[in-house]
């Protein structure tokens, strides 16, 4: 096989695999809730306290779910005020509705500081007690009058102090109904999600290049 050949294959594999490729690819953003509140609430407690996937269904509707999780000698349960916090892009605020699938969460969520981690301008209250607690819960939003999103990095956005998650939760001592301490855990860390747009764009040069590289050869014969 010709080494013009080589270069134009490649060149395509890789365009082929950019342009269809990426769409699979940014799907979902998954991150862990890192870290307690301080100086009382969940400071000291070991993390990651619960995991969230954001997750794009389509233009105008996209999915938060939250699952809390276990760590050594403490099981994690969302509840009590401020429950499900999250930042919304600023720019969709105006057109979004908020649903969840938590039969004791508050069906109006608001807006507000949450202890330690700046201002979000959704949180949603879970009923108070201990026995109200739940571990998994998703959050549906849905866009109206002509708003979309660009893609799922368009979903979310840093508050005044750069979060975008955070999450009230009770730490259960492991195994029991023995209430440990309450509190409040952000700091979200993305752990699975899509390629930066630079990297992106970077690679699609590369398949570019093979491709011009290629038709100079061929011009030349």
Known sequence: ??????????GFALAFA???????A?????????????????????GPFAEITVH????????????AL??????????????????????????????????????TPTSGQVDGFGNFNFTIDNFDGASDVFTHVVVSLALSNGDTFSSVSDILSGNNLGNILAAGL??????????????????A???????????MAIAG????????YSLRRRVKK
Do not use: C
Request: glycine share 10%; proline share 4%.
């Open 1 to 10: 096989m010709s080494r013009s050949k080589i270069f134009w294959g490649a």
């Open 70 to 107: 276990s760590q050594g000698a403490y099981d994690y349960r969302f509840g009590h005020a401020q429950a499900i916090d999250f930042n919304l892009n600023p720019n969709h605020v105006a057109n979004v509705s908020v649903t969840t699938d938590v039969a004791t969460l508050d069906t």
């Open 189 to 199: 860390v993305l752990v699975s999600g899509v390629p930066e747009p630079s990297t």
């Open 18 to 24: 950019l342009t269809f490729g990426a769409r699979s």
């Open 205 to 212: 040069l590369g398949a570019l290049g093979f491709v011009g």
């Open 56 to 67: 794009l269904v389509d233009s105008t509707h996209a999915t938060l779910t939250y699952q």
């Open 26 to 46: 940014s799907a979902d953003l998954v991150y862990d809730l890192t870290t307690g509140n301080s100086p009382a609430g969940l400071s000291g407690f070991p």
């Open 170 to 187: 009770f730490a259960f001592d492991a195994g029991t109904t023995n209430v440990a301490s309450t509190g409040f855990a952000d700091h």
